[in-house]
T-cell receptor
Framework: GIQVEQSPPDLILQEGANSTLRCNFS?????LQWFHQNPWGQLINLFY???GTKQNGRLSATTVATERYSLLYISSSQTTDSGVYFC?????????????FGTGTLLAVQP | KAGVTQTPRYLIKTRGQQVTLSCSPI?????VSWYQQTPGQGLQFLFE???????NKGNFPGRFSGRQFSNSRSEMNVSTLELGDSALYLC???????????????FGPGTRLLVL
Protein backbone atom coordinates (compact mmCIF):
# COMPACT_ATOMS: atom_id res chain seq x y z
CA GLY A 1 0.00 0.00 0.00
CA ILE A 2 0.87 3.65 -0.13
CA GLN A 3 3.49 4.85 2.32
CA VAL A 4 3.26 8.37 3.71
CA GLU A 5 6.28 9.97 5.35
CA GLN A 6 6.35 13.31 7.08
CA SER A 7 9.25 15.45 8.08
CA PRO A 8 10.49 16.74 10.37
CA PRO A 9 9.04 14.54 13.13
CA ASP A 10 9.39 17.35 15.68
CA LEU A 11 9.75 21.08 15.41
CA ILE A 12 10.16 23.79 18.02
CA LEU A 13 9.64 27.39 16.98
CA GLN A 14 9.58 30.79 18.57
CA GLU A 15 6.38 32.71 18.10
CA GLY A 16 6.51 34.68 14.87
CA ALA A 17 8.78 32.25 13.03
CA ASN A 18 7.92 30.55 9.75
CA SER A 19 8.06 26.82 9.06
CA THR A 20 7.67 24.27 6.29
CA LEU A 21 6.35 20.76 6.86
CA ARG A 22 6.80 18.10 4.22
CA CYS A 23 4.77 15.05 3.23
CA ASN A 24 6.13 12.44 0.80
CA PHE A 25 3.94 9.67 -0.58
CA SER A 26 5.00 6.57 -2.44
CA UNK A 27 2.34 6.36 -5.17
CA UNK A 28 -0.17 8.45 -7.06
CA UNK A 29 -3.02 9.75 -4.95
CA UNK A 30 -6.58 10.88 -5.55
CA UNK A 31 -6.90 12.79 -2.35
CA LEU A 32 -4.52 14.55 -0.02
CA GLN A 33 -5.51 16.39 3.09
CA TRP A 34 -3.64 18.22 5.80
CA PHE A 35 -4.96 18.10 9.35
CA HIS A 36 -4.05 19.76 12.61
CA GLN A 37 -4.61 17.74 15.76
CA ASN A 38 -4.93 19.93 18.82
CA PRO A 39 -3.78 18.86 22.29
CA TRP A 40 -7.28 17.52 23.01
CA GLY A 41 -7.17 15.15 20.07
CA GLN A 42 -9.49 16.97 17.68
CA LEU A 43 -8.47 16.61 14.04
CA ILE A 44 -9.19 19.76 12.10
CA ASN A 45 -9.09 19.96 8.34
CA LEU A 46 -6.64 22.48 7.03
CA PHE A 47 -6.54 21.76 3.32
CA TYR A 48 -7.91 19.38 0.75
CA UNK A 49 -5.13 19.59 -1.82
CA UNK A 50 -4.45 16.67 -4.17
CA UNK A 51 -2.60 19.09 -6.44
CA GLY A 52 -1.79 22.76 -6.77
CA THR A 53 -1.52 25.50 -4.17
CA LYS A 54 -3.98 26.86 -1.64
CA GLN A 55 -3.79 29.54 1.01
CA ASN A 56 -5.84 30.18 4.10
CA GLY A 57 -4.62 33.07 6.20
CA ARG A 58 -1.18 32.32 7.59
CA LEU A 59 -1.27 28.78 6.24
CA SER A 60 -0.66 27.65 2.72
CA ALA A 61 -0.08 24.30 1.06
CA THR A 62 1.38 23.07 -2.19
CA THR A 63 1.13 19.59 -3.65
CA VAL A 64 3.30 18.51 -6.57
CA ALA A 65 1.50 15.33 -7.52
CA THR A 66 3.97 14.33 -10.24
CA GLU A 67 6.81 14.37 -7.71
CA ARG A 68 4.71 12.86 -4.92
CA TYR A 69 5.09 15.42 -2.21
CA SER A 70 3.17 18.13 -0.44
CA LEU A 71 4.33 21.05 1.66
CA LEU A 72 2.51 22.92 4.41
CA TYR A 73 3.75 26.42 5.15
CA ILE A 74 3.03 28.17 8.43
CA SER A 75 3.95 31.82 8.58
CA SER A 76 4.16 34.07 11.66
CA SER A 77 3.50 31.10 13.92
CA GLN A 78 1.43 31.50 17.07
CA THR A 79 1.26 29.39 20.21
CA THR A 80 -2.17 28.17 19.11
CA ASP A 81 -0.50 26.54 16.10
CA SER A 82 1.03 23.98 18.45
CA GLY A 83 -0.06 20.39 18.00
CA VAL A 84 0.48 17.59 15.52
CA TYR A 85 0.15 18.11 11.78
CA PHE A 86 -0.88 15.13 9.71
CA CYS A 87 -0.86 14.54 6.01
CA UNK A 88 -3.34 11.90 4.80
CA UNK A 89 -3.84 10.45 1.36
CA UNK A 90 -6.17 8.22 -0.58
CA UNK A 91 -4.72 6.22 -3.44
CA UNK A 92 -6.10 5.51 -6.89
CA UNK A 93 -8.14 2.36 -6.82
CA UNK A 94 -8.06 2.33 -3.08
CA UNK A 95 -10.96 1.90 -0.74
CA UNK A 96 -13.29 4.86 -0.68
CA UNK A 97 -12.90 7.23 2.23
CA UNK A 98 -9.93 5.27 3.53
CA UNK A 99 -7.32 7.83 4.43
CA UNK A 100 -3.75 6.70 5.00
CA PHE A 101 -2.09 8.95 7.51
CA GLY A 102 1.53 9.90 7.89
CA THR A 103 3.22 9.75 11.28
CA GLY A 104 2.80 13.46 11.80
CA THR A 105 4.94 16.44 12.70
CA LEU A 106 4.78 17.58 16.32
CA LEU A 107 5.00 21.37 16.39
CA ALA A 108 5.61 23.36 19.55
CA VAL A 109 5.47 27.14 19.30
CA GLN A 110 7.01 28.89 22.26
CA PRO A 111 6.00 32.43 23.33
CA LYS B 1 -24.28 22.93 10.80
CA ALA B 2 -23.33 21.02 13.88
CA GLY B 3 -20.11 19.07 13.60
CA VAL B 4 -19.46 15.38 14.07
CA THR B 5 -20.28 14.26 17.59
CA GLN B 6 -18.99 11.23 19.43
CA THR B 7 -20.10 9.69 22.68
CA PRO B 8 -18.87 8.96 25.21
CA ARG B 9 -15.78 11.15 25.22
CA TYR B 10 -13.93 9.03 27.78
CA LEU B 11 -14.31 5.43 28.78
CA ILE B 12 -12.52 3.07 31.14
CA LYS B 13 -13.02 -0.67 30.78
CA THR B 14 -11.31 -3.81 31.96
CA ARG B 15 -9.89 -6.62 29.88
CA GLY B 16 -12.48 -9.01 28.54
CA GLN B 17 -15.32 -6.51 28.58
CA GLN B 18 -16.95 -5.10 25.48
CA VAL B 19 -17.58 -1.50 24.54
CA THR B 20 -19.83 0.41 22.15
CA LEU B 21 -18.93 3.83 20.81
CA SER B 22 -21.29 6.14 18.98
CA CYS B 23 -20.80 8.67 16.20
CA SER B 24 -23.31 11.13 14.76
CA PRO B 25 -22.21 12.58 11.43
CA ILE B 26 -22.79 16.06 10.10
CA UNK B 27 -26.39 16.46 9.01
CA UNK B 28 -26.79 15.24 5.44
CA UNK B 29 -23.60 13.18 5.45
CA UNK B 30 -24.11 9.51 4.68
CA UNK B 31 -20.57 8.17 5.01
CA VAL B 32 -19.00 7.45 8.38
CA SER B 33 -15.45 6.16 8.78
CA TRP B 34 -13.76 5.00 11.97
CA TYR B 35 -10.08 5.31 12.86
CA GLN B 36 -7.99 4.11 15.77
CA GLN B 37 -5.11 6.25 17.00
CA THR B 38 -2.38 4.83 19.23
CA PRO B 39 1.11 6.11 20.03
CA GLY B 40 2.68 3.04 18.48
CA GLN B 41 0.62 2.56 15.31
CA GLY B 42 -0.57 6.09 14.63
CA LEU B 43 -3.88 6.65 12.88
CA GLN B 44 -5.28 3.52 11.28
CA PHE B 45 -8.48 3.00 9.30
CA LEU B 46 -10.98 0.62 10.88
CA PHE B 47 -14.00 0.64 8.55
CA GLU B 48 -16.37 2.82 6.58
CA UNK B 49 -20.15 2.74 6.37
CA UNK B 50 -22.35 4.27 3.73
CA UNK B 51 -26.14 3.99 3.66
CA UNK B 52 -26.12 1.33 6.38
CA UNK B 53 -23.63 -0.88 4.52
CA UNK B 54 -20.00 -1.49 5.34
CA UNK B 55 -18.11 -0.45 2.24
CA ASN B 56 -14.55 -0.91 3.42
CA LYS B 57 -12.68 -2.55 6.23
CA GLY B 58 -9.16 -2.14 7.54
CA ASN B 59 -6.84 -4.77 8.93
CA PHE B 60 -8.33 -5.29 12.35
CA PRO B 61 -9.51 -8.50 14.01
CA GLY B 62 -13.13 -9.52 14.02
CA ARG B 63 -13.50 -8.25 17.58
CA PHE B 64 -13.94 -4.84 15.98
CA SER B 65 -17.31 -4.39 14.36
CA GLY B 66 -19.66 -1.62 13.46
CA ARG B 67 -23.00 -0.70 12.06
CA GLN B 68 -24.83 2.28 10.68
CA PHE B 69 -28.43 3.23 11.20
CA SER B 70 -30.91 4.70 8.77
CA ASN B 71 -30.26 8.20 10.17
CA SER B 72 -26.53 7.70 9.32
CA ARG B 73 -25.49 7.50 12.98
CA SER B 74 -22.89 4.82 13.45
CA GLU B 75 -21.70 2.64 16.28
CA MET B 76 -18.59 0.59 16.65
CA ASN B 77 -18.20 -2.28 19.04
CA VAL B 78 -15.10 -3.91 20.43
CA SER B 79 -15.61 -7.24 22.14
CA THR B 80 -13.26 -9.03 24.52
CA LEU B 81 -11.18 -5.95 25.14
CA GLU B 82 -7.41 -6.22 25.30
CA LEU B 83 -4.92 -3.80 26.83
CA GLY B 84 -3.75 -2.89 23.33
CA ASP B 85 -7.19 -1.60 22.44
CA SER B 86 -6.53 1.46 24.58
CA ALA B 87 -6.63 4.27 22.05
CA LEU B 88 -8.33 7.36 20.76
CA TYR B 89 -11.15 6.29 18.45
CA LEU B 90 -12.07 8.89 15.86
CA CYS B 91 -14.94 8.94 13.46
CA UNK B 92 -15.17 11.02 10.32
CA UNK B 93 -18.08 11.91 8.14
CA UNK B 94 -18.43 12.95 4.54
CA UNK B 95 -21.30 13.26 2.14
CA UNK B 96 -20.33 10.05 0.39
CA UNK B 97 -22.23 11.17 -2.67
CA UNK B 98 -19.37 12.28 -4.87
CA UNK B 99 -16.35 10.05 -5.38
CA UNK B 100 -14.52 10.13 -2.09
CA UNK B 101 -11.41 11.60 -3.58
CA UNK B 102 -13.33 14.78 -4.31
CA UNK B 103 -14.39 15.52 -0.79
CA UNK B 104 -13.10 16.27 2.66
CA UNK B 105 -13.66 14.12 5.69
CA UNK B 106 -14.65 15.88 8.90
CA PHE B 107 -13.57 14.37 12.18
CA GLY B 108 -15.27 14.22 15.54
CA PRO B 109 -13.55 14.93 18.87
CA GLY B 110 -12.92 11.24 19.50
CA THR B 111 -13.53 8.77 22.30
CA ARG B 112 -10.59 7.98 24.57
CA LEU B 113 -10.76 4.35 25.66
CA LEU B 114 -8.56 3.04 28.43
CA VAL B 115 -8.49 -0.71 29.01
CA LEU B 116 -7.19 -1.81 32.40
Amino acid sequence: GIQVEQSPPDLILQEGANSTLRCNFSDSVNNLQWFHQNPWGQLINLFYIPSGTKQNGRLSATTVATERYSLLYISSSQTTDSGVYFCAVEGYGGATNKLIFGTGTLLAVQP
Amino acid sequence: KAGVTQTPRYLIKTRGQQVTLSCSPISGHRSVSWYQQTPGQGLQFLFEYFSETQRNKGNFPGRFSGRQFSNSRSEMNVSTLELGDSALYLCASSSGVRPSYQETQYFGPGTRLLVL
